[in-house]
């Protein structure tokens, strides 16, 4: 038992309903529990998508499990067939379902229907979301996947994209954008999928003469089985950022037989980055986490690209945690991962970041501590599905990530005018960002230690002269020191104290 309030991912059957609804013609018949579909609002509200996910629910209550819960599945099966006339099916059970060991797969493939089915054991005790995900697609491109698909001839080379899915944070528009550079250098782009395939692209996999990886968290293990089925080697580097874009387009020249010079555009990013302007974002500490693919990718904007110090990063994606942790030491940090928002706000209180980089829960959290915060991974709510043209990935993408994570923070000036008049109607030290609204942003004060010491009336006005982007760092340093030298209450005369203690 682990005791839940928020998870960063759903149970591994949203994982496959995220497959089945990005791709075309799929139909996905689920053995659940009457109520499992509150699912059906992750895609139709969250996502905003116009259509209802493929799925049919068995929705089985408890009066049934005295009954024939097998035939129940059957029936669900056949009629979900005759409804849809899907061109494959995929059968699975959820969490509840799991446990009455009905066995979907052959229970449908006694119905001898004239399709594929494709049988899913998703292991929901033990696994999540985004693993169902790459099973589920794993499992559609072993078995539809056509072995004696024949290479496209002449043109230009080809490539399939491989891992946006529904329900993906900024899929739609990283396909729109990395399928347009991809263009640009002079490769055509034979299959995007899951999202918009349909089992007869799926079964034309083959053709193209290698794969990239966009999301490896969804399409890696079907990249690797593509790799030693078809010879089609894989372009991994994902282009989130400028340096990775780059590196990205060079991995495709030499895959694709490309001259390594070819050019691809540029982003803005790399001069508003240069530009004056963007000088006070000199080493501000960022604190990044999400999944690990986005988490990787921002720390290597947030040092290279924009000058910040990455002050910590982790995942929730314990299938990547190895590549989490290789990152974290190239930047000199613990990495941190875990499934459990409050180890995460703890980290974040800890270390008091000047920006947090996260998902909607990294959101809350530095709400709640009063920390700046811009989203860079799912899980994420219903605003980071924009109507407007928002990709991540390619130069474009680069461009949007400077103006979302910029854009909390206070202006340079606006900091400027904040240290210089404290005691300014406006400008005081509890003033948040200007273009956030008027809110009074509070202290950051982290929740306090076991046995910490008390604050003065006057150190605390003291502690507000502290500029307010590192007065987090100054009370946490006053208070160690105070804990150390066994203070109780903490003085004017403490503070000072401190700062000598620790400037030395
Ligand atoms: S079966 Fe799984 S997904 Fe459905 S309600 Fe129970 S725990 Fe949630």
Redesign the pocket.
């Known amino acids: 038992m682990q005791l839940t309030l928020w998870t960063y991912e759903?149970?591994p059957?949203?994982g496959a309903m995220r497959i089945a609804t990005a791709m075309e013609g799929v139909h996905y018949v689920l053995h659940?529990?009457q109520?499992?579909t509150?699912?059906d609002l992750l895609f139709t509200m969250i996502e905003r998508q116009a259509k209802r996910p493929p799925v049919t629910y068995t929705t089985f209550q408890a009066r049934d499990l005295g009954g024939d819960t097998a035939e129940l599945f059957k029936t669900a099966v056949a009629e979900a067939y005759e409804r849809f006339r899907p061109q494959a099916l995929i059968v699975g059970a959820?969490?509840?379902?799991e446990l009455i060991q009905d066995d979907p797969g052959g229970l449908a493939r006694a119905l001898d229907l004239p399709v594929p089915v494709v049988p899913l054991e998703l292991p929901?005790y033990q696994k999540k979301e985004n693993w169902g995900a790459a099973e589920t697609f794993y499992r559609l491109v072993r078995a539809l996947a056509d072995p004696a698909c024949p290479r496209h001839a002449g043109g230009r080379p080809r490539c399939n994209l491989l891992g946006p899915a529904a329900l993906g944070f900024r899929h739609r528009d990283d396909v729109t954008e990395i399928a347009a550079l991809l263009d640009r250098i002079g490769v055509d782009v034979g299959v995007v999928a899951p999202l918009g395939a349909s089992p007869a692209d799926l079964a034309r996999l083959g053709e193209a003469d290698f794969n990239v990886v966009l999301y490896p968290e969804i399409a890696s293990t079907a990249a690797r089985w593509l790799q030693k089925t078809f010879g089609q080697p894989i372009v991994a580097t994902v282009p989130i950022g400028v340096g990775a874009t780059r590196d990205f387009v060079a991995e495709v020249a030499r895959v694709a037989g490309l001259p390594a010079d070819v050019a691809a555009g540029a982003s803005r990013l790399p001069w508003y980055s240069h530009s004056v302007d963007s000088t006070y974002l000199t080493g501000k500490r960022v604190f990044i986490f999400g999944d690990a693919t986005h988490a990787i990718a921002a720390a290597r904007i947030a040092r290279d690209e924009l000058g910040f110090t990455v002050a910590g990063l982790g995942t929730y994606g314990r299938e990547f945690a190895r590549e989490v942790r290789e990152a974290a030491a190239h930047h000199g940090v613990e990495a941190l991962v875990t499934d459990d928002y409050l180890e995460v706000e703890a980290r974040v209180a800890e270390l008091q970041p000047d920006l947090v980089l996260g998902t909607q829960m990294e959101r809350h959290v530095a709400k709640r501590l009063g920390i700046p915060c811009a989203v860079i991974s799912a899980p994420v709510h219903v605003q980071d599905f924009p109507a407007r043209h928002s990709p991540q990935m390619g130069f474009e993408g680069a461009n949007v990530i400077f103006d979302t994570w910029v854009h909390p923070l206070m202006m340079g000036l606006e900091e400027h005018l904040l240290t210089m008049f404290r005691e300014d109607f406006e400008f005081h030290g509890e003033a948040a960002p200007s273009h956030l609204g008027t809110a009074a942003t509070p202290d950051r004060k982290p929740d306090p230690a076991p046995h910490s010491a008390g604050w003065a009336p006057d150190a605390e006005r003291e502690l507000r002269k502290v500029p307010f982007f590192v007065r987090g760092k100054a009370r946490r340093n006053t208070e160690r020191f105070a804990r150390e030298q066994g203070i109780a209450l903490i003085t004017v005369e403490t503070l000072y104290h401190a700062k000598a203690h620790f400037s030395s």
């Open positions: 759903a149970p059957h949203v659940a529990p109520g499992d509150y699912a959820s969490c509840t379902a929901a």
